[in-house]
């Protein structure tokens, strides 16, 4: 196998001598990246405004786990994004609808956005003519019943 830096023949045209320059994975994370992990863990949406050229590496989001619901957005900013402060000028952060949030919320109550946007309502209280047709009652769902001793 040829080292990854080398000139490599292009596939699709290989009887007519052209070569294709593969193109070099950057060890750091891109804006996009880096969003998506966040959205991944934390369950919400968040959007960088970037300080200085955009060729700088970003470091990946270490965190394991999602932050306390319990916490407010500015403990989460100020503890789990200490790693981007001098790479980043602003962040913001959305709302399940899609809009920045106005205000510092506790991070359960900014998920539950997320929620509400998907299902309609955070109630445990509905009627059965309330439910939105993309939630499955666990009555007439299909599936191998529990085996869970009662």
């Given amino acids: 196998m040829a080292h990854p830096r080398q000139w490599q023949p292009d596939e699709d045209r290989v009887g007519s001598g052209?070569?294709?320059?593969p193109v070099a994975r950057r060890p750091g994370l891109t804006i996009t990246e880096l969003q998506e992990q966040i959205f991944?863990?934390?369950?919400f949406r968040v959007s960088f405004e970037r300080l200085g050229a955009a060729k700088d590496d970003l470091p990946p989001y270490a965190f394991p786990v999602m932050a306390p619901q319990g916490w407010k957005v500015?403990?989460?900013?100020r503890i789990r994004l200490s790693a981007y402060v001098l790479l980043f000028r602003g962040v913001k952060v959305y709302r399940g609808d899609g809009e920045p949030i106005a205000r510092d919320v506790k991070l359960g109550h900014l998920r539950d956005t997320y929620y509400e946007a998907e299902y309609g309502t955070?109630?445990?209280d509905?009627?059965?003519s309330e439910i939105p047709d993309n939630v499955v009652r666990i009555e007439t769902a299909s599936g191998k019943p529990s085996s869970r001793k009662r």
């Fill in 40 to 43: 991944q863990r934390e369950g």
């Fill in 126 to 128: 509905v009627t059965p």
């Fill in 74 to 77: 500015s403990d989460w900013q």
């Fill in 18 to 21: 052209a070569y294709a320059c």
């Fill in 122 to 124: 955070l109630s445990a």
